[in-house]
């Protein structure tokens, strides 16, 4: 991609040279379907590697806290002055770490630090030139220091804590790489108490809210390149070394680094600098034009980007990591991935979560921002591809298996299909509930009202309720802390009531679990479409609706505002016009399906039809229909088996509905 080239731009030029079926392709490569992110419109690997990592490390939090004493809130971490110096070649790095604290409690006399390495030795703890007693546990990870004066209440004090270690290749294995330091690279994302003394309550409490500014300074070897959080204040070298110091301008829940011996490029952006750190810089200007495009998008969405710098360093590992004003992650990457971690510096930074058990507030929000921006890049279907494809990844969880997003799944091999992919569908679905104009409205406020802190999914529903002036606890409780997702039928019938007027009853049945959801309904007549949005909440919910013409046809969730196992339309619509005026394609049914699936399609106007089935790598592999229809409604069924007739295994898999005209694809999960 040319720098400065629009991304729209660059897909409708793309597509002009395909052929045809080829713009499904270009969509995928666009949306990072294809290429690094794999799976098309479903898993992420750098996400779910991201996702399955921070949940390790914090099931080993959870061994230590059953052992150590409960984090108390005594401390408020202040600041920070780390000088670092890594030895990259012995896997060793020397530091000292100046810390600024508060007391919050009228009588502290110990502060704790969660810092662990297993070679780890301290060589000193002092209080300006007094050397204070300090105790290590190894099993707990944690730094002790008995402080020589008792502080009051809001009193403050000063630390210097130095202290040497090897970061290990056996260490960084068994933290799953959320660090590494050898002669190649070196860097450390989710795991900032691997090289600096962190505030107890990160490793030692369900809140993770306590911020500080600071100033790190890496001295790394000639040659080398080092970036951490904020802006780059000073630079210097020597014969041997280079020191690089970046200091943040806001407080930060966490420090990250990245060093290698880098190449780097940069570009201005907005009054700042967006800078791009790997051995090699070809795509320098492919992430520099993307990053701007998410950066413009998410500062009219949610607040305007104010921060010193956006830095993206390659670490080699199959999964991303978006630290204060510092991206880590494999480069140059996919859209997908990179619209993800940006979003983490408003999910994460401008509002962090308070609890860690409500981890949604970062990661379910960053998923849906990226959808949002593909939405904005690439148009609405481009968010219906993806949304359905994450519905669908979430929707072949077995039953059992299954878990609330509040309290986040920790323990559950499926916490990123729940917290990242079903956690985006809620905020999909609260946009629908409440309107586009409210929904953007609300996400403003709640990034306004609470920059530069943390918060809570009870707060996060103030403002949505206040903002949209409606009741949401109802939507919050079932969408939030139940598991599953509803699934329907329905049926109608119209009856004249008069010279002019008909009356359109409509039943809707909840076959699973019940869920209280108003359902977009839309009502086809000669005259044009009406939309309607009945709250359905019962085992079977009866509506009518006084129409002046006889309806075509009744939809419900056209536009896919709903995460649900299914929408099943049952019986016949009795002394109703046989004839549709719309060409659509409508869910498939049943869906997830074990032997065949149903695919029911309606047509406006005589002409070829292809309906065709892709597998979850955008390749073709069943044409079910490929002819001349004239306008009706039609149906197709597929039994799961390819041209040759081979059977297919278990997966996603998407039937593309074209015309001259309309072009439209629904998903359905094959389970063998």
Same mark, same amino acid.
Not at 27 to 32: D, H, N, P, V, Y
Not at 314 to 335: A, E, F, H, K, W
Not at 570 to 596: D, K, Q
Not at 651 to 660: A, D, H, I, P, W
């Given at each position: 991609?040319?720098?400065?080239?629009?991304?729209?731009?660059?897909?409708?030029?793309?597509?002009?040279?395909?052929?045809?079926?080829?713009?499904?392709?270009?969509?995928?490569?666009?949306?990072?379907?294809?290429?690094?992110?794999?799976?098309?419109?479903?898993?992420?690997?750098?996400?779910?590697?991201?996702?399955?990592?921070?949940?390790?490390?914090?099931?080993?939090?959870?061994?230590?806290?059953?052992?150590?004493?409960?984090?108390?809130?005594?401390?408020?971490?202040?600041?920070?002055?780390?000088?670092?110096?890594?030895?990259?070649?012995?896997?060793?790095?020397?530091?000292?770490?100046?810390?600024?604290?508060?007391?919050?409690?009228?009588?502290?006399?110990?502060?704790?630090?969660?810092?662990?390495?297993?070679?780890?030795?301290?060589?000193?703890?002092?209080?300006?030139?007094?050397?204070?007693?300090?105790?290590?546990?190894?099993?707990?990870?944690?730094?002790?220091?008995?402080?020589?004066?008792?502080?009051?209440?809001?009193?403050?004090?000063?630390?210097?804590?130095?202290?040497?270690?090897?970061?290990?290749?056996?260490?960084?294995?068994?933290?799953?790489?959320? !660090?590494?330091?050898?002669?190649?690279?070196?860097? !450390?994302?989710?795991?900032?108490?691997?090289?600096?003394?962190?505030?107890?309550?990160?490793?030692?409490?369900?809140?993770?809210?306590?911020?500080?500014?600071?100033?790190?300074?890496?001295?790394?070897?000639?040659?080398?390149?080092?970036?951490?959080?904020?802006?780059?204040?000073?630079?210097?070298?020597?014969?041997?070394?280079?020191?690089?110091?970046?200091?943040?301008?806001?407080?930060?829940?966490?420090?990250?680094?990245?060093?290698?011996?880098?190449?780097?490029?940069?570009?201005?952006?907005?009054?700042?600098?967006?800078?791009?750190?790997?051995?090699?810089?070809?795509?320098?200007?492919?992430?520099?034009?993307?990053?701007?495009?998410?950066?413009?998008?998410?500062?009219?969405?949610?607040?305007?980007?104010?921060?010193?710098?956006?830095?993206?360093?390659?670490?080699?590992?199959?999964?991303?990591?978006?630290?204060?004003?510092?991206?880590?992650?494999?480069?140059?990457?996919?859209?997908?991935?990179?619209?993800?971690?940006?979003?983490?510096?408003?999910?994460?930074?401008?509002?962090?979560?308070?609890?860690?058990?409500?981890?949604?507030?970062?990661?379910?929000?960053?998923?849906?921002?990226?959808?949002?921006?593909?939405?904005?890049?690439?148009?609405?279907?481009?968010?219906?591809?993806?949304?359905?494809?994450?519905?669908?990844?979430?929707?072949?969880?077995?039953?059992?298996?299954?878990?609330?997003?509040?309290?986040?799944?920790?323990?559950?091999?499926?916490?990123?299909?729940?917290?990242?992919?079903?956690?985006?569908?809620?905020?999909?679905?609260?946009?629908?509930?409440?309107?586009?104009?409210?929904?953007?409205?609300?996400?403003?406020?709640?990034?306004?009202?609470?920059?530069?802190?943390?918060?809570?999914?009870?707060?996060?529903?103030?403002?949505?309720?206040?903002?949209?002036?409606?009741?949401?606890?109802?939507?919050?409780?079932?969408?939030?802390?139940?598991?599953?997702?509803?699934?329907?039928?329905?049926?109608?019938?119209?009856?004249?009531?008069?010279?002019?007027?008909?009356?359109?009853?409509?039943?809707?049945?909840?076959?699973?679990?019940?869920?209280?959801?108003?359902?977009?309904?839309?009502?086809?007549?000669?005259?044009?479409?009406?939309?309607?949005?009945?709250?359905?909440?019962?085992?079977?919910?009866?509506?009518?609706?006084?129409?002046?013409?006889?309806?075509?046809?009744?939809?419900?969730?056209?536009?896919?505002?709903?995460?649900?196992?299914?929408?099943?339309?049952?019986?016949?619509?009795?002394?109703?016009?046989?004839?549709?005026?719309?060409?659509?394609?409508?869910?498939?049914?049943?869906?997830?399906?074990?032997?065949?699936?149903?695919?029911?399609?309606?047509?406006?106007?005589?002409?070829?039809?292809?309906?065709?089935?892709?597998?979850?790598?955008?390749?073709?592999?069943?044409?079910?229909?490929?002819?001349?229809?004239?306008?009706?409604?039609?149906?197709?069924?597929?039994?799961?088996?390819?041209?040759?007739?081979?059977?297919?295994?278990?997966?996603?898999?998407?039937?593309?509905?074209?015309?001259?005209?309309?072009?439209?694809?629904?998903?359905?999960?094959?389970?063998?």
């Amino acid at each position: 991609m040319e720098a400065g080239q629009p991304i729209k731009k660059v897909m409708r030029n793309l597509s002009r040279s395909l052929p045809a079926g080829g713009l499904l392709l270009c969509l995928l490569i666009a949306s990072g379907a294809l290429g690094e992110e794999g799976g098309l419109f479903g898993q992420d690997p750098g996400l779910k590697g991201e996702a399955e990592g921070m949940r390790r490390m914090v099931l080993r939090r959870a061994e230590r806290m059953r052992l150590a004493r409960p984090d108390t809130g005594e401390v408020d971490f202040r600041d920070y002055d780390i000088r670092v110096r890594l030895h990259p070649a012995r896997h060793f790095l020397e530091e000292e770490a100046v810390v600024v604290f508060r007391s919050r409690v009228p009588r502290l006399s110990d502060v704790d630090f969660a810092l662990y390495d297993d070679t780890l030795a301290i060589r000193s703890v002092t209080r300006g030139r007094d050397t204070l007693s300090w105790a290590y546990d190894d099993t707990l990870w944690v730094l002790h220091v008995r402080l020589r004066d008792t502080l009051a209440l809001g009193e403050e004090d000063t630390l210097r804590i130095v202290y040497s270690g090897f970061i290990t290749p056996e260490l960084s294995r068994s933290l799953d790489y959320a !660090c590494l330091l050898d002669s190649n690279l070196a860097f !450390c994302t989710y795991a900032p108490f691997v090289w600096y003394p962190a505030p107890y309550d990160y490793f030692y409490s369900s809140r993770v809210d306590d911020r500080a500014s600071g100033t790190v300074r890496l001295i790394v070897p000639k040659g080398y390149l080092a970036v951490s959080s904020g802006a780059l204040i000073d630079s210097a070298a020597t014969d041997t070394t280079q020191t690089f110091a970046w200091s943040t301008s806001n407080p930060v829940v966490e420090f990250n680094f990245a060093c290698a011996p880098y190449a780097m490029a940069s570009r201005p952006y907005a009054g700042i600098a967006l800078r791009y750190y790997d051995f090699d810089t070809t795509g320098a200007g492919y992430t520099f034009t993307a990053t701007q495009s998410v950066l413009d998008f998410f500062s009219r969405a949610f607040t305007r980007y104010d921060y010193e710098k956006l830095a993206f360093a390659n670490q080699y590992q199959p999964y991303g990591y978006g630290g204060y004003t510092l991206v880590i992650m494999p480069l140059p990457g996919g859209l997908s991935i990179l619209a993800h971690e940006v979003a983490h510096q408003w999910w994460g930074h401008v509002v962090g979560v308070r609890f860690l058990e409500e981890v949604w507030l970062n990661e379910g929000f960053a998923s849906y921002s990226d959808a949002l921006f593909q939405e904005d890049s690439l148009g609405r279907q481009e968010l219906r591809y993806r949304m359905d494809g994450w519905a669908s990844w979430y929707l072949s969880l077995p039953p059992s298996e299954d878990e609330p997003i509040v309290p986040a799944p920790w323990s559950s091999n499926h916490y990123y299909e729940i917290v990242y992919l079903k956690g985006a569908w809620v905020l999909h679905m609260l946009r629908g509930v409440v309107g586009d104009s409210a929904y953007f409205d609300l996400m403003k406020a709640y990034a306004s009202a609470y920059q530069d802190s943390s918060t809570t999914v009870a707060l996060f529903r103030q403002v949505a309720e206040q903002r949209s002036g409606r009741g949401l606890g109802w939507f919050f409780d079932e969408w939030l802390f139940r598991r599953g997702a509803p699934r329907y039928s329905y049926s109608w019938e119209a009856q004249r009531t008069g010279n002019d007027t008909f009356q359109l009853t409509l039943v809707v049945n909840q076959l699973d679990s019940l869920f209280e959801m108003p359902i977009q309904t839309t009502i086809y007549t000669p005259g044009g479409a009406r939309e309607e949005w009945p709250r359905v909440d019962g085992l079977s919910d009866t509506f009518r609706f006084l129409l002046s013409q006889a309806p075509d046809s009744v939809l419900l969730d056209k536009d896919n505002w709903l995460l649900d196992r299914g929408i099943t339309r049952v019986g016949v619509e009795a002394g109703t016009p046989s004839l549709p005026l719309t060409t659509a394609l409508y869910p498939l049914h049943p869906n997830p399906f074990h032997g065949s699936t149903n695919i029911e399609y309606s047509l406006a106007e005589k002409g070829r039809v292809r309906l065709s089935v892709y597998n979850i790598s955008g390749q073709l592999v069943r044409e079910l229909v490929n002819k001349a229809q004239a306008p009706g409604r039609y149906s197709a069924s597929w039994d799961g088996r390819d041209r040759e007739a081979h059977r297919l295994p278990s997966g996603v898999y998407f039937f593309r509905l074209q015309t001259e005209a309309f072009s439209d694809m629904k998903k359905a999960v094959l389970v063998r």
